[in-house]
C-alpha cells in the first residue's frame, strides 16, 4: 500500500501542471525526501 501512496504522490506533482522553477523544484524534494524516508523505514 505504502509503495503505491509513493507512486501516486510522484504521479499526482506531475499531473498536478506545476510551474517550472522553484515551486517544481520544492514539489520533487518533497518527494524524494519522502521517497528516501519510505525506503528508510523499510529496509
Do not use: C, R, W
Not at 506531475?14 to 525526501?33: C, F, M, N, Q, W
Not at 528516501?36 to 523505514?41: A, E, G, H, M, P
Request: net charge negative; charged share 20%; proline share 2%.
Amino acid at each position: 500500500m505504502q509503495e503505491g501512496n509513493v507512486i501516486f504522490v510522484i504521479d499526482f506533482h506531475k499531473i498536478s501542471g506545476y510551474p517550472a522553477g522553484e515551486t517544481a523544484l520544492a514539489a520533487d524534494e518533497e518527494v524524494k525526501s519522502f521517497t528516501t524516508y519510505f525506503l528508510t523505514k523499510i529496509s
